[in-house]
C-alpha cells in the first residue's frame, strides 16, 4: 500500500491537463511494484529513489489504471510532499 498526501507534476503531450495539484491517494499495489520497493529497500534506496519508484508504481496503476486510461501520460512526479508512507 502506498498512502501519500503530495502535490504531483506530470508530463503528457500538448494539450492534455498537465499542471499538478495536491492529492490525498491510498492505492494498495500489484506485487510486482511492491518487489521494487522492497528490493528498493534492501539496497539501501535513498528517499528521491523511493518517490521515483512510488510515482511509477502511481502512474501505472492510479493514473492510467493498468493501461485503461490517461495510456499517453509519460511521467508522474512528486513536487511536494507532505507524506508518503508504505504499509503491507
Do not use: C, N
Not at 498537465?18 to 490525498?24: A, E, G, L, S, Y
Not at 491517494?25 to 528498493?40: C, Y
Not at 529497500?41 to 502512474?59: P, R
Amino acid at each position: 500500500m502506498i498512502d501519500t498526501r503530495a502535490r504531483m507534476g506530470f508530463t503528457a503531450p500538448i494539450g492534455s491537463t498537465d499542471h499538478d495539484r495536491f492529492r490525498r491517494l491510498t492505492v494498495a499495489l500489484p506485487p510486482q511494484h511492491a518487489a521494487r520497493l522492497f528490493d528498493a529497500h534492501q539496497a539501501g534506496a535513498t528517499d528521491q529513489q523511493f518517490q521515483d519508484i512510488a510515482a511509477e508504481a502511481l502512474k501505472e496503476v492510479y493514473f492510467q489504471d493498468s493501461g485503461r486510461r490517461a495510456v499517453s501520460l509519460e511521467e508522474v512526479r512528486f513536487t511536494d510532499i507532505e507524506h508518503l508512507e508504505f504499509d503491507l
